[in-house]
């Protein structure tokens, strides 16, 4: 099937799927839930097949950990399916309805986008993610994954679409490009005619190359170069566990930490718990020559390392003076993405919260909970890091738009 045939199903079956109520839209994610868990074994043989073909090709671990699949992970997608079919229905939401002077009543009503495409990398349970939240939101959505994934997302999308056919709904409701060329992802780019908007998933190369080359709306979803700074008034043993967690739970993810930035007064006490706690997972830091005077195990850090997404066990590490040093460093080189401070002072907090530049900013807890589901939206689509339209987790109102609804009785202008 070409692309352009693909296009046209999917803008002919958003039409049907603007239309239909939550019962029905519910009834489909149950469904599809449901295959899922029956299509296991055939998810997990294709997927052990892409992972070992990646693995073959060298990919490292982390990105390894991204591709594979698991009984719990599979679970773990049909409950996502479940929980977005919990959630309230955005679509059809009257947000305001004001009488004018000439007594037109003028309101604005949720209403989907259209057709979503997504373009993104070696994560196959973001097959299901989109689409669960494309669903529920009322948008049909086509989806052209990694070439390192494709088995993997040719049979978790089989299921998904059986699961559509079970309940009397269109399987054109999730599409998948199978041609994983470069070409067809250029052509998905400027498929203007039957795509509304465009969502990159992935590293930095990938989303650079859809902003720069799409002429479809593009939402760009953000690399994570998130940091953690420790203040001064930091308690010691709390930034250890949270940095613990933020950069070894899942190394190949966006929300991980990959940069810290530790206050001089602490330093000397910290950086040396900082390197036996992160001994046990072999964790690389790439230090400044302050730190290194420190902790000379410390490798020395490169300007490169300040604003590089890892995926990895590596960790850079910057000393500053002040929070406004801190701050300063962390919007220079950050990706818009999560960050956080481990501090007792409130005043410190709440400038950290006011003038760091990113999505989600934290106070004493973990960059890692940058997450539709932690967030409470059942799943999310991506993490936006841009301003416009959304920003953060994407959940199901993120999938949508308005329209302005206009009742008159024979006015005329």
């Not at 679409?161 to 998948?176: F, H, K, N």
């Not at 990706?335 to 410190?348: K, R, V």
Request: one cysteine or more.
């Amino acid at each position: 099937m070409t692309l352009s045939e693909i296009g046209r199903r999917a803008k002919d079956v958003s039409r049907i799927l603007n239309n239909l109520g939550s019962r029905e839209k519910n009834m489909g994610l149950e469904e599809a839930a449901r295959a899922l868990l029956e299509g296991e074994d055939e998810i997990l043989a294709a997927n052990e097949e892409d992972c070992d073909k990646a693995a073959s090709n060298g990919m490292s671990q982390g990105l390894l950990d991204r591709l594979r699949l698991t009984p719990a992970r599979i679970n773990s997608m049909a409950d996502g399916l479940l929980q977005v079919a919990s959630l309230e229905d955005p679509v059809g939401e009257v947000l305001s309805m004001k009488k004018r002077p000439n007594g037109l009543m003028i309101g604005k009503k949720r209403v989907p986008l259209g057709v979503i495409a997504m373009i993104y990398e070696s994560r196959p349970n973001v097959t299901s993610d989109a689409f669960g939240l494309c669903f529920k939101s009322g948008n049909a959505v086509i989806l052209k994954g990694g070439s390192d994934a494709l088995r993997s997302n040719q049979a978790i999308v089989k299921c998904l679409r059986e699961g559509l056919a079970r309940a009397g709904l269109p399987e054109d409701g999730v599409q998948l490009v199978e041609d994983t060329s470069r070409d067809t992802t250029r052509e998905l780019m400027r498929l203007n005619e039957y795509v509304d908007v465009l969502i990159p998933r992935g590293g930095a190369g990938l989303i650079r190359s859809v902003v720069e080359n799409s002429t479809v709306p593009v939402i760009e979803t953000g690399t994570g170069n998130c940091h953690i700074y420790v203040d001064e008034t930091a308690d010691l043993n709390m930034a250890l566990d949270i940095i613990y967690n933020a950069k070894t739970q899942r190394v190949g993810v966006c929300n991980a930490c990959e940069s810290l930035v530790v206050h001089r007064s602490v330093a000397g006490k910290f950086l040396p718990l900082l390197k036996k706690r992160l001994a046990d997972k072999n964790v690389e830091i790439r230090a400044d020559e302050d730190a290194r005077a420190i902790v000379p195990e410390f490798k020395a850090a490169t300007e490169a390392d300040w604003g590089t997404e890892y995926l990895d066990y590596i960790l850079s590490l910057k000393i500053v003076d002040s929070v406004e040093e801190a701050i300063a460093h962390i919007n220079r080189y950050n990706t818009g993405h999560s960050e956080s401070i481990i501090t007792s002072d409130y005043f410190n907090a709440q400038q950290f919260l006011n003038e760091i530049d990113a999505a989600a900013v934290y106070v004493n807890a973990s960059t890692r909970f940058t997450d539709g589901e932690e967030f409470g939206f059942g799943a999310e689509i991506g993490i936006s890091t841009q301003k416009l339209h959304a920003r953060g987790p994407m959940g199901l109102k993120e999938l949508t738009t308005t329209k302005y609804i206009i009742y008159g009785d024979g006015q005329i202008r």
